[in-house]
């Protein structure tokens, strides 16, 4: 049990604790200290570069603006193609022109009201 | 404005545990890599990553002593430093040599050539039982401490510990005896 104490004793003395050099706190503090400003300069900056660049506001502003182009396009060629599918139908039960033009607006709207209920769905 | 004195507070925080443990990690790296530089190296990495989760570490600690987290990220930065230099050319053996340095003291010197061996069998231990040893003796670390830091569970620590000693011992008294020889 004395062995084993000694030689705890001894390891302990071996392995006594490394003071650090003088400047090392002094240069961690620095280093953090200029993470620190260095971050919050990036941020900003990049913030406002990313305000300013024009190359940027198509994801901010056009971005929302182009999908609703793009989506309202979308709709309406649906609608077109879903109306054109029953055209021969229409042409069959219709007995002239002016029958045909009221019943192709009148599945034109019926389809445009199914499409715009699917999206909202 | 909530969010800019959150910030501040724990900044200041951060700043009291390196100010707390800063010779801590800086032992235990030297420990772990052997000579200055790479330890002063090893802290400042240390230190940086810590403060980069510092945060969460605080919020997930729940009041625990954060030492032992703070040692297990110098652990993990040193087994990177092991693994990148085990590409590069060996260690020179000024490097190990650089240990025994710093015990200048007279009663020091006195016991120098058995400090010597001793810490020269330290270095024979495998990384696990090594470890373990120097976060005991030259940290003070209990064994909830090292076992958190090792992630392990309190009894394993304690056997580990029990047998790094053991064979420890074993092999100082091997190395004395050829050394008399």
Redesign the interface.
């Known amino acids: 049990m004395s062995d084993?104490w000694d030689?705890?004793a001894?390891?302990?003395?071996?392995?006594?604790?490394?003071?650090?050099?003088a400047d090392?706190?002094l240069?961690?503090?620095t280093?953090?200290g200029s993470?620190?400003e260095l971050a919050a300069d990036e941020l900003e900056g990049w913030e406002l570069r990313a305000i300013k660049d024009p190359r940027n506001w198509p994801r901010t502003v056009l971005g929302p603006a182009a999908a609703v182009v793009v989506g309202t396009g979308a709709a309406v060629g649906l609608v077109v193609l879903r109306t054109r599918g029953g055209r021969r139908g229409r042409r069959a039960q219709s007995r002239n022109a002016l029958e045909l033009a009221q019943k192709t607006v009148r599945d034109a709207g019926r389809e445009a009201l199914r499409v715009f209920q699917d999206i909202a769905r | 404005m909530e969010a800019a004195s959150d910030k501040a507070r724990l900044?200041a925080a951060?700043?009291d545990l390196?100010?707390a443990h800063?010779?801590?990690v800086?032992?235990y790296s030297?420990?772990r890599v052997g000579n200055?530089h790479d330890?002063?190296d090893l802290?400042?990495q240390t230190?940086?990553q810590a403060?980069r989760h510092f945060e969460r570490a605080q919020r997930e600690s729940q009041g625990r002593p954060l030492r032992p987290w703070l040692i297990r990220i110098a652990h993990n930065l040193a087994a990177n430093y092991y693994r990148d230099r085990s590409r590069r050319p060996q260690t020179t053996i000024d490097d190990a040599g650089a240990l025994p340095e710093?015990?200048t003291t007279e009663s020091?010197v006195e016991?120098r050539e058995?400090?010597n061996r001793?810490?020269a069998c330290?270095q024979q231990l495998p990384d696990d039982r090594r470890e373990a040893?120097?976060m005991r003796?030259?940290?003070?670390m209990d064994n909830r401490e090292i076992a958190r830091a090792l992630g392990r569970s309190d009894g394993a620590t304690k056997v580990l510990l029990h047998r790094a000693?053991r064979q420890?011992?074993e092999l100082?008294k091997t190395e004395a005896g050829t050394e008399t020889v």
């Open positions: 084993t030689f705890e001894r390891l302990r003395q071996a392995l006594a604790p490394v003071e650090p050099p090392l706190e240069r961690l503090q280093t953090l993470l620190v | 900044d951060f700043t390196y100010r800063l010779r801590d800086y032992s030297y420990y200055h330890a002063e802290t400042e230190f940086l403060y710093l015990h020091l016991n058995d400090l001793i810490l330290v040893l120097i003796f030259a940290l003070g000693i420890l011992e100082v």
